[in-house]
């Protein structure tokens, strides 16, 4: 796993600019922002639609990535807790989940929200948030896969 590398697929457009004015959680009071993909992923958003629920994984670029331990939700009368049980973004490797509800698409440019990464954060994935219609179907999502038998080889090999 020495030299594992992401590539961003994009980034963020956000009227939060500083740690401090971001919300702990999406759901918390943030805004919607433009996630601009880059040319070179374009043909990765076919499937994705206005409505469809995704997980942006983010890196969080501005993270310390030397913490350990935090006080949960920053509040200093709850005991130091480990990283990896808390959604704190100082972390070894600041990977940020976020759930998102697309808003419009335009071109190459998603309008997701709500979410509290701040303005310039890479983007270095995106999935789609399985509901359980979706899980039975076995499916991400109905429209994004030829029916069975009309596959490319190229696609089922990825399953």
Known sequence: MAGARVRPIGVLRSRLVRRGDAPMQGFEGA?????DVHAWAADALRGVAVGDE???IT???RAR?????????????????????????DRPNPLGLHPVTV???AGTRLRVGPIE???????VDLK???????RASGRARPSARAPAGRRSRRSRDRR
């Open 59 to 61: 890196w969080f670029h």
């Open 54 to 56: 995704l997980i942006v």
């Open 103 to 105: 808003r419009s698409i």
């Open 31 to 35: 805004p919607d922002a433009w996630l």
């Open 128 to 134: 789609p948030v399985l509901t359980a219609a979706r």
């Open 117 to 123: 990464a701040i303005d310039g954060t890479p983007v």
């Open 65 to 89: 990535r030397d913490v350990l331990l935090v006080h949960p939700r920053s509040d200093r009368s709850n005991p130091l807790t480990g990283v990896f049980a808390t959604r704190s973004p």
